[in-house]
């Protein structure tokens, strides 16, 4: 039988019943759905994740007062941070910046605006840092910093609450009771992958979160960057030295203190992706083979409704490949067109993902030939009982079924 042919029988005995077919392919629709788009949005995330980390590049390290636990996301708590730790780490000679941070959430006015942010009191190296610099106006001094004063840079989100219609450089907000001026408006970063608003964030000197909002001595997290990230071990070793003394731990002794830079968080990432990767492979596959076991059961129905039919077919001259090939390609036709209608919802849903979450989402041109692949041999390896028992038929015993 020629494959025209038999692409048109099939065509024509699955529209006879769309209903029936629709239902048959669900499964696999909804597997192949599920990996173009979660492939498609975990890709954008990844790559989202790992633009921000080589534009900050493998200089930078963050250190907190935890200490791992050995469990890849459990950590206890160890002793604060100080100033005095961040000064003593300032002073190396493979450090090039070094930045104080302490963080809190307020309430923050302006006039009969007001708005819950996250207020994170830094140093001016914070900047150089994490390569994020005002967009309009200035950051603070590190005279501000010293003299704890109230000034503060912040993100376009609280420009746009806070300042609806007019500059916010040079004027004032209330951060609890301190009265704080606005000296410069941050660039926008977006969204992070985790759906958190990078811009909705007050930058203030960490002495005045410190002494005036917080009345605390301690510090969250030191933030930092060496000369190179070449100088990486020699700078760990040396962080390690100064903190070590400054907490008097003795030989032998864990850390109180966790050291993370972006060589190590890249690599926790690539571990939840891979993770992630093989759920996902989990769930496709059992969406998949019940997408299957449904086109192989209506196959069945459907080769004992078209009983005379194949009988006839053989009577005037089909053999039996030209049945069996006939069945499998009905089997193939329901399953790759279960396929590309499950590419089509994968891609929208993962487009649709994108808008709301800001992460680019990455049409994956591999995930669409693994997910057409699968779908044919799914439609291929379940089709072939069906097929097999039509093929086998007696032709009398056909031509007589009712």
């Known amino acids: ?60 390290m963050l250190i907190t007062p935890v200490r791992p636990s050995g469990n890849l996301l459990k950590f ?15 002073q190396l000679p493979d450090v090039e910046f070094v930045s104080e941070i302490i963080g809190t959430h307020k309430t923050v006015v302006h006039g009969k605006n007001q708005w819950v942010t996250r207020i994170l009191g830094v140093s001016r190296d914070f900047t150089f840092i994490n390569d994020w ?18 000034v503060c840079v912040i993100g376009t989100t609280i420009e746009e609450k806070l300042f609806t219609s007019t500059s916010a450089i040079g004027k004032k907000i209330r951060v609890e009771n301190i009265s704080c001026e ?11 992958p985790s759906g958190a608003d990078q811009d909705d964030i007050i930058l203030m000197p960490y002495s005045t979160v410190q ?20 100088r990486i071990g020699t700078a760990l070793s040396e962080i390690n ?68 039919e194949i009988g006839i077919r053989m009577a005037v001259g089909a053999r039996q490949i030209d049945i069996q090939k006939q069945f499998l390609v009905e089997a193939l036709v329901l399953s790759l067109a279960g396929g590309a209608v499950g590419i089509v919802i994968g891609v929208a849903i993962s487009k649709t993902a994108s808008l709301f979450t800001g ?20 439609g291929v390896f379940f089709g072939l009982y069906p097929a097999h028992k039509a093929a086998k038929m007696n032709p009398v015993e056909a031509l007589r079924h009712e």
């Open 211 to 230: 002494k005036r909002i917080l009345s605390v001595r301690n510090i969250s997290k030191i933030s930092l960057a060496v000369i190179s990230p070449e």
């Open 76 to 90: 206890t708590s160890g002793k604060p941070l100080t100033v005095k730790d961040a000064n003593a780490i300032r």
């Open 133 to 150: 610099f005002p967009q309009t106006g200035t950051f603070f001094s590190a005279d501000d910093v010293e003299n704890s004063r109230p």
């Open 1 to 60: 039988m020629q494959p025209f042919r038999s692409l048109t029988i099939a065509y024509r005995a699955i529209m006879s019943n769309k209903a029936r077919a629709m239902l048959t392919s669900l499964g696999v629709i909804i597997g192949v759905a599920a990996v173009v788009a979660l492939v498609s949005t975990t890709q954008g995330a990844s790559k989202m994740i790992n633009e921000q980390f080589e534009r900050l590049g493998g200089k930078s």
């Open 182 to 192: 606005v000296v410069g408006t941050m660039q926008k970063l977006g969204t992070k």
């Open 359 to 378: 992460w680019p989402a990455e049409i994956s041109f591999s995930a669409i030939i693994i997910a057409c692949f699968f779908s044919a041999l799914v």
């Open 241 to 308: 030295g100064v903190l070590r003394k400054n907490h008097k731990i003795g030989v032998g002794e864990e850390d109180d203190y966790s050291i993370r830079n972006n060589a190590q968080n890249l690599e926790r990432i690539a571990d939840v992706t891979r993770i992630l990767k093989i759920l996902l492979v989990s769930i496709a596959s059992i969406s998949l083979m019940v997408g299957g076991v449904g086109i192989m059961n209506i196959m069945l129905v459907s080769v004992t409704e078209r009983t005379r």
